[in-house]
């Protein structure tokens, strides 16, 4: 069974950085296209940014320039380094692992920027 833990969630100061993780326990994540989605209160669920098998990125006009997508298949584990926090980025945020057509989500991890 596929799960996806994520941490490094928390309150930082508008202009400040995080590292979210999350980590793929049951499968090699080498196999799987990982995504970042976050999800603010009252919004639907937005994607963030992706990284395909072969370490395509694809980001979202509002993180471009500021987040980072990667994966280490060694460690089994997927990132976001997310710079330059705006309140706007306040969300919870989610992993992905998409296989064809399945798709697996962690629990989520909840980030607040404010002063």
């Known amino acids: 069974q596929v799960q996806l833990v994520e941490s490094g969630g928390g309150l930082v100061q508008p202009g400040g950085s995080l590292r979210l993780s999350c980590a793929v326990s049951?499968?090699?994540?080498?196999?799987?296209?990982m995504g970042w989605y976050r999800q603010a209160p009252g919004k639907q669920r937005e994607l963030v940014a992706t990284?395909?098998?072969?370490?395509?990125?694809n980001y979202s006009n509002s993180v471009k320039g500021r987040f980072t997508i990667s994966r280490d298949n060694a460690k089994n584990t997927a990132y976001l380094q997310m710079n330059g926090l705006k309140p706007e980025d306040t969300a919870d945020y989610y992993c992905q692992a998409k296989l064809g057509s399945y798709e697996y989500w962690g629990q989520g991890t909840q980030v607040t920027v404010s002063s």
């Open positions: 049951g499968s090699l994540i080498s196999i799987f296209a």
């Open positions: 990284t395909t098998i072969s370490g395509r990125t």
